[in-house]
Every structure is written in C-alpha cells, then in structure tokens.
C-alpha cells in the first residue's frame, strides 16, 4: 500500500515540473507580434545575465582560492 502511494505521488510530482518552472512561456504570444519578440528579448537578456554574472563569480571565486594557496 505504501509503495502505491509512493508511485502515485512520484507520478504527480513528474506532471507537475512545468508549475514549477520560473521561465515565461513566450508561445502564448502569435510569432510575428511585438509582445513575442518583447518576450523572447527578455528570456535572452535574463539568461546572458545570469550566465555572465555566474562566470564572474566563479571567476573571483576560482582566483581567492589561487591566490590564498600562494600566499602559504
């Protein structure tokens, strides 16, 4: 009986990734119209940010550890 309920909830938490994705659906939109492209435009920029603003902290990150080791 467990292992049905184990399943079943397993089953509906797979369903449901979609509600917890933070991402704008951009296909609500017709694909020539100005709201599309200002959706897509956004979705670009957002991701470039974080993929930029993660390579910096990486970055410095990656250079304190460098550096603290050359210092001993």
Not at 11 to 23: K, P, Q
């Amino acid at each position: 009986m467990k292992n049905v309920i184990f399943i079943v909830i397993l089953f509906s938490l797979s369903l449901n990734t979609y509600s917890f994705s933070s991402e704008i659906d951009c296909n609500e939109f017709k694909k020539l119209s100005v709201n599309y492209m200002k959706c897509k435009a956004n979705s670009v920029k957002k991701k470039a940010i974080s993929k930029t603003k993660n390579f910096v902290d990486d970055t410095k990150s990656f250079q304190k550890k460098e550096w603290s080791t050359e210092k001993n």
